[in-house]
Structures are given as structure tokens and as C-alpha cells.
């Protein structure tokens, strides 16, 4: 047992669950936390749990070591026995950004370095992005001949606008934290000492608030793209009555 215990792999994805907060952190820090078909999967698993999870009401996800994420692991699509690019979007990525969109708690994206490819993607997705002023942002897709994925070219016009995410996409630019701050790509840029205790507290805040609001936010964000006004007044109607059934709500008024 001593033997195998001393042979197993590090966790690609930790998890931890505090304060009514899970923290997810990619970990593979010597690829820059790029993902395996292993850690995609682990993250989808972690995303579940906290998903779940009754104490849990706020997630914070975030990297170990320099960088949040540098999107797939380009070994692991070069090798010949690895998973197919059709596989790479159903099985890996399109679940993660779908549990990030649907999961009823905010997701904090707390992006401590490089954020490329499907990493900065997911990380977009999140319901609240805050930046280390280390990190950098590369849709880094066209300089390998690929389009932009894991919900990327949704996500990233409706952040930042369409010229600005047009460009950024053809030319795979490296957009700086305070760059990123001022399109409105992320909330705030915050200083790299200390970050990751601002980011656990902003999700420790988030998790002592009303978590069923925040499940109707989210699911009226989801829908506020594809609606018309008619129909996303519809659905506020419909969202707020159910928040106003909760003891939240008669709590706080
Ligand atoms: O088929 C498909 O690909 C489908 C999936 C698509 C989704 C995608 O995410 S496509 C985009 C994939 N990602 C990239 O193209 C980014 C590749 N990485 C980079 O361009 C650079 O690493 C960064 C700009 C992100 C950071 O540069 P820098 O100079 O800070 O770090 P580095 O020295 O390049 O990387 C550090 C290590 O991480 C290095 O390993 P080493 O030499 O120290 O042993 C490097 O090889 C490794 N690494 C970085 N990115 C990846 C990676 N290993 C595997 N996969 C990576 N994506």
C-alpha cells in the first residue's frame, strides 16, 4: 500500500470545502494547469460535488503555481491514443462551462496567472472573474489553427463586445489584467499578494448571502441574451416569485 500510495499521481484538481465555500484548484502546475482528459473530468466530478453539497454556497475556482490554466494539454492531443477533438468538446469542455452556467451558487473565477485557450474560456464563464494583477488573458486558439471553444465566442462579445473579441480571437493578443479590467472582461484586478485571500473572501461574502437569489440571478443572466424584453420580463416574473417565497426574502424585508 506504501508502495502505491508513494506511485500515485498528484490530484489534478484539488478540492477543499470551508466557510460554506468549495475551492476548486486546478493543479498540474508544471503544464500550467493545461487540461488532461483526467482533470476535465475531475473538475466536472468536483463541480458536482459542490453542486450537491448542502453546506456548500459559494465556489471559488482557481490555480496552483503561475498560472490559472493554459487551456488543452497540447501533448495530450498529440498523441495518437489520446481523445479525439469531438470527445475534447462534448465529453470535456462543454460540460464544465454547462455546470458553471447551471450550477445554483456563484461561481467565483479567481485567475491567479495565464488564463489560454479553454482556460480563459471557463474562466469567463464563471458568475464573478477577479484577476491577480499577474494574469494575462489568450484566446489562444487561432495560433494553432483552432476556433474559439468552450463557449468562448458566446461569452466573450457579450462581455467585451464584438470588435473587441473579434480581434482579440483572429489575432490571439495577450490582454494584461488591467487591459481585461477596463473592457469589462473581469469584475476587478486585484494585487497579486494577498489574492487568493480576497478571492476566498468575496466567496466566503457571497456564500453568507441568499443563495436562492443567486440561483435566480443566474438563471435569468442565462436567459437575458436569447430573450426578448418581452419574454425576459416574462421570466423575471416568473423568477422573482419564487424568490419571494423564500425565507430569504421574508428574512430580509
Ligand atoms: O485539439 C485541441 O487542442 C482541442 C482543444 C482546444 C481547447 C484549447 O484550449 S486550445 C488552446 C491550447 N492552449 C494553448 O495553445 C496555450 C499553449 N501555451 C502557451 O502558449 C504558453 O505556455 C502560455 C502563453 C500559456 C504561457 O507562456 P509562458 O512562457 O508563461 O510559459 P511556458 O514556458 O510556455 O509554459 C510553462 C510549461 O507549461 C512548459 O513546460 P516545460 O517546458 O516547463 O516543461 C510548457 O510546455 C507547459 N505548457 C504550457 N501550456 C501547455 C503546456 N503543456 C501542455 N499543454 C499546454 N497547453
Known amino acids: 500500500i506504501e508502495h502505491a500510495q508513494s506511485q500515485r499521481m498528484p490530484d489534478s484538481v484539488l478540492y477543499e470545502v470551508g466557510n460554506g465555500v468549495a475551492c476548486i484548484t486546478l493543479n498540474r502546475p508544471d503544464r500550467l494547469n493545461a487540461f488532461d482528459r483526467e482533470a476535465a473530468l475531475t473538475l466536472q466530478r468536483r463541480l458536482d460535488e ?12 482557481t490555480g496552483t503555481g503561475k498560472g490559472f490554466s493554459a487551456g488543452q494539454d497540447l501533448a495530450e492531443v498529440a498523441d495518437p491514443t489520446g481523445p479525439s477533438m469531438a470527445q475534447i468538446l462534448s465529453e470535456h469542455y462543454n460540460p464544465i462551462v454547462r455546470r458553471i452556467r447551471s450550477i445554483e451558487k456563484p461561481v467565483v473565477a479567481a485567475v491567479n496567472g495565464v488564463a489560454a485557450g479553454a482556460g480563459a474560456n471557463i474562466a469567463l464563464c464563471c458568475d464573478i472573474v477577479l484577476a491577480s494583477e499577474n494574469a494575462v488573458f489568450i484566446q489562444a486558439f487561432s495560433k494553432i489553427g483552432l ?61 453568507q448571502m441568499p443563495t436562492r437569489s443567486f440561483a435566480f440571478t443566474k438563471q435569468a443572466l442565462n436567459g437575458s441574451f436569447r430573450n426578448t424584453l418581452e419574454e425576459q420580463l416574462d421570466l423575471e416574473d416568473w423568477l422573482q416569485q ?6 430569504d426574502y421574508r428574512e430580509g424585508v
Do not use: C, H
Open 50 to 61: 459542490a453542486s450537491s453539497a448542502s453546506e456548500v454556497r459559494a465556489v471559488l475556482l
Open 242 to 247: 419564487r424568490a419571494a417565497s423564500t425565507s
Open 147 to 207: 476556433i474559439p471553444d468552450s463557449g468562448g465566442t458566446w461569452f466573450l462579445p457579450r462581455l467585451i463586445g464584438w470588435q473587441r473579441a473579434s480581434a482579440l480571437m483572429m489575432t490571439g493578443d495577450r490582454v494584461s489584467a488591467k487591459e481585461a479590467e477596463t473592457m469589462g472582461m473581469v469584475y476587478k484586478v486585484l494585487p497579486a499578494v494577498g489574492f487568493m485571500e480576497a478571492a476566498m473572501d468575496m466567496a466566503k461574502n457571497l456564500a
